[in-house]
């Protein structure tokens, strides 16, 4: 698996860009990388897609901290060897040195450090899951069976976090293929992907639903109950309320990682009945004969434009 460097692609060489020096860079390298600047050009365009997912990944705070601990896994700490390394080595070779001047022998290196340097790993592995909404609002421990090198299956325990979004992945240490001798084992990346919910469609941290309530519910307004993802709440409905109006219920959303939530936003949704009854049609019939009012005429007011 091929570990992407995202902040090498926004042209930084470490991890401490800012969100404003990372929206300047990605600006840059998008208007540098831009197919309509560059013409038909499969790298280009590859280049193009890996600095919007690297942006899109980095300026979300929650995305951006989740992935700086596998970038510091991959290439964090292989930066500081470089950088460390030699130094730390020059000044064991002093040390070295004035011990064999002074007392006539030279102390032992330290094995487990040399070992720890060049400590290599086996193979990471990545595999998906899928969850519900449900099941990322309030987290879920799920088994997955995995098949080994040798053939047989392995079951392994995920315990998926609450609030984990649609993309992220959990890592696992230790978890991934069988290293050599003396090598540890790699990890197991497993990526989520959240279903789509019949009742909620999440965007950003909102929850947006629709709430089908009744005509005469709509004229007259009052208390009426919403379901939400955890729990019902009772909404106030205006007089007049029409199809499409958006109704803010806050902290009643998805979870943002911080303690804090979302908001749930109900799109209200007039339903007339399929079927009514003799006394309810009757009512209907003299409530045609006494109202004057006529959407399309309303509409028609509203919408008329003078043409000059």
């Known amino acids: 698996m091929i570990f992407k460097d995202y902040y090498k692609i926004l042209g930084f060489d470490d991890n401490k860009a800012n969100a404003e020096q990372l929206k300047i860079a990605y600006r840059e390298q998008a208007k540098k990388y831009h197919p309509d600047v560059n013409g038909a050009n499969r790298n280009t365009e590859e280049r193009f897609k890996d600095i919007n997912e690297a942006y899109r990944i980095l300026s979300d705070t929650v995305a951006r901290r989740k992935y700086d601990r596998a970038w510091n896994v991959n290439i964090g700490r292989r930066k500081n060897r470089e950088k460390y390394g030699n130094k730390e080595e020059k000044t064991d070779t002093i040390k070295e040195g004035l011990f064999g001047m002074f007392f006539g022998y030279t102390p032992k290196k330290n094995k ?3 070992e720890n340097i060049g ?9 998906g899951i899928e969850i519900t909404l449900e099941e990322a609002f ?3 421990t799920k088994k997955i069976s995995l098949r080994t090198v040798n ?3 392995k079951t392994i325990t995920v315990k998926v976090p609450a609030g984990i979004r649609n993309k992220e992945r959990i890592r696992l240490v230790g978890q991934g293929k069988k290293g050599a001798k003396d090598e540890k084992p790699g990890d197991l990346f497993i990526k989520v992907k959240v279903i789509e919910s019949d009742k909620f469609t999440l965007n950003g941290y909102d929850l947006h639903t629709k709430l089908f309530v009744t005509p005469w519910e709509a004229i007259l307004g009052g208390q009426i109950e919403v379901q939400g993802i955890d729990d019902t709440e009772k909404i106030k409905l205006e007089k007049g309320t029409t199809s499409g109006t958006e109704i803010i219920v806050e902290n009643k959303g998805f979870k943002d990682g911080k303690g804090r939530r979302g908001n749930l936003i109900c799109e209200i949704q007039i339903m007339v009945p399929d079927k009514i009854t003799e006394e309810e049609e009757r009512i209907y019939r003299q409530l045609q004969k006494i109202s004057k009012f006529n959407p399309r005429t309303t509409k028609t007011e509203k919408n008329q434009v003078d043409i000059l």
């Open 138 to 140: 309030y987290g879920k």
């Open 119 to 127: 400590a290599k790993k086996g193979e990471d592995v990545e595999t």
């Open 112 to 114: 487990n450090k040399e």
């Open 151 to 153: 053939g047989n299956l």
